[in-house]
């Protein structure tokens, strides 16, 4: 029977252009990553390496047990701190992973009494968490901040959380933070913002740019994985949410805590994009020429989303610069809720200058001809 399944399933995938495939690379192979989320390029810096090594070195290999066991060690305390500080928020708890720290905080916080209001391009993590959470789910359209407030009206005096990204991962569009953030304090509400893309890419993050860092409305999470080129993920807000994670969070309680070479990594990387925030100043030059160059608009962050024809032009496309030497990103349904698929590319300080302009010539002949390809 399960064989059958599998095999059906396969072919179906298979007959709507949407097979997906796993592709191991190499330590130092010759393609120009430009679908990674190490956007600093520090997750090859010499000092997050060596604090990666001696973490190793000094705790072993793993934290040895759940952090409400014996798995807390004061390495995971020191970047907890160093995160709180740097966002300028009062507190942080780290998860083992970014995609952990939104699905503890949503389902230890919302159930089937409490009211998600959720953007349509919100990461699978966070749909994930909602669909544990058993609360009541009304999803917006994108960056629609009326839709929002209409969407809290309509559930008054309901426990509430509004879920955003700062930068989108696929669409790398920012989120109106200041106006969310005003409706969710008119309605009592918290909102959730995800720094995945933020974080680094503009300093402390967005919910620190635009002033709302420690804003008695919103609560932020953070990845460890993208610009501090590690693992592990982080929420950050008021102690006594941290307080009630550690005790309801079962993503959190369940869980190993995070390795010390990572925890270790991390700490080395935000001390590296606090003392350095210039180091992002590569990405946004970057990312504007090449905006300007495929003739898309110019993202918020190091994300540059592409419009394709079709997935099957997309993959094509992917396959056609991979060829060439330079790694980008395909995106194509169930990823993208408005079913556009489109080859998500990524600017990152770590690449060479040279590396750069040469992938950025192969990008816009191979998006020409995509083009191409779709209006036949
Ligand atoms: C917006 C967003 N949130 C969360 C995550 C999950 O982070 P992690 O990879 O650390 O689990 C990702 C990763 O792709 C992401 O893009």
């Not at 990666?52 to 995971?76: C, D, N, Q």
């Not at 966070?126 to 969407?151: E, F, G, I, K, M």
């Given at each position: 029977m399960w064989p059958d399944w599998l095999a059906e399933q396969a072919a179906t995938r298979a007959a709507a252009g949407l097979t997906r495939a796993l592709h191991p690379r190499g330590p130092d192979d010759a393609i120009t990553d430009l679908a990674g989320n190490d956007y600093l390029?520090?997750?090859?810096?010499?000092?997050?390496?060596?604090?990666?090594?001696?973490?190793?070195?000094?705790?072993?290999?793993?934290?040895?047990?759940?952090?409400?066991?014996?798995?807390?060690?004061?390495?995971?305390?020191?970047?907890?701190?160093?995160?709180?500080?740097?966002?300028?928020?009062?507190?942080?708890?780290?998860?083992?992973?970014?995609?952990?720290?939104?699905?503890?905080?949503?389902?230890?916080?919302?159930?089937?009494?409490?009211?998600?209001?959720?953007?349509?391009?919100?990461?699978?993590?966070?749909?994930?968490?909602?669909?544990?959470?058993?609360?009541?789910?009304?999803?917006?359209?994108?960056?629609?901040?009326?839709?929002?407030?209409?969407?809290?009206?309509?559930?008054?005096?309901?426990?509430?959380?509004?879920?955003?990204?700062?930068?989108?991962?696929?669409?790398?569009?920012?989120?109106?933070?200041v106006p969310l953030a005003r409706a969710c304090a008119e309605h009592g509400a918290w909102l959730v913002v995800d720094e995945a893309h933020g974080l680094g890419v503009h300093g402390a993050g967005l919910v620190h740019a635009r002033g709302l860092a420690s804003h008695p409305n919103v609560v932020v999470t953070a990845t460890l994985s993208k610009s501090l080129g590690s693992q592990g993920g982080a929420v950050l807000g008021p102690p006594d949410l941290v307080d009630h994670l550690v005790n309801r969070a079962r993503p959190f309680i369940f869980d190993t805590g995070l390795a010390p070479a990572a925890t270790a990594a991390a700490l080395a990387a935000a001390r590296i994009a606090r003392a350095r925030p210039e180091l992002a100043a590569t990405i946004h030059t970057r990312i504007a020429a090449l905006a300007e160059r495929l003739e898309v608009p110019r993202p918020a962050g190091a994300v540059l989303s592409v419009p394709m024809p079709s997935p099957a032009v997309a993959v094509a496309t992917q396959a056609e610069v991979l060829a060439e030497g330079v790694r980008v990103g395909c995106f194509r349904p169930p990823s993208v809720p408005d079913g556009i698929s489109r080859l998500r590319i990524t600017a990152s300080g770590g690449v060479a200058d040279d590396d750069w302009e040469r992938a950025t010539k192969v990008l816009d002949a191979a998006v020409r001809r995509a083009r191409e390809a779709g209006r036949r």
């Open positions: 390029g520090l997750s090859r810096h010499p000092d997050v390496r060596h604090a990666a090594a001696e973490a190793a070195l000094v705790w072993g290999g793993g934290a040895g047990a759940s952090r409400l066991v014996t798995g807390t060690l004061t390495l995971h305390t020191e970047l907890e701190r160093e995160l709180a500080d740097w966002l300028g928020q009062p507190a942080a708890l780290l998860f083992s992973t970014g995609y952990h720290a939104n699905v503890s905080l949503v389902s230890a916080l919302a159930d089937r009494d409490a009211h998600v209001i959720s953007d349509a391009h919100i990461h699978a993590s966070l749909v994930d968490a909602v669909r544990l959470s058993r609360a009541q789910l009304t999803v917006v359209p994108h960056n629609d901040v009326a839709a929002v407030r209409a969407a809290l009206a309509s559930n008054p005096g309901r426990r509430t959380l509004v879920l955003a990204e700062s930068i989108y991962s696929v669409l790398g569009d920012e989120a109106p933070l």
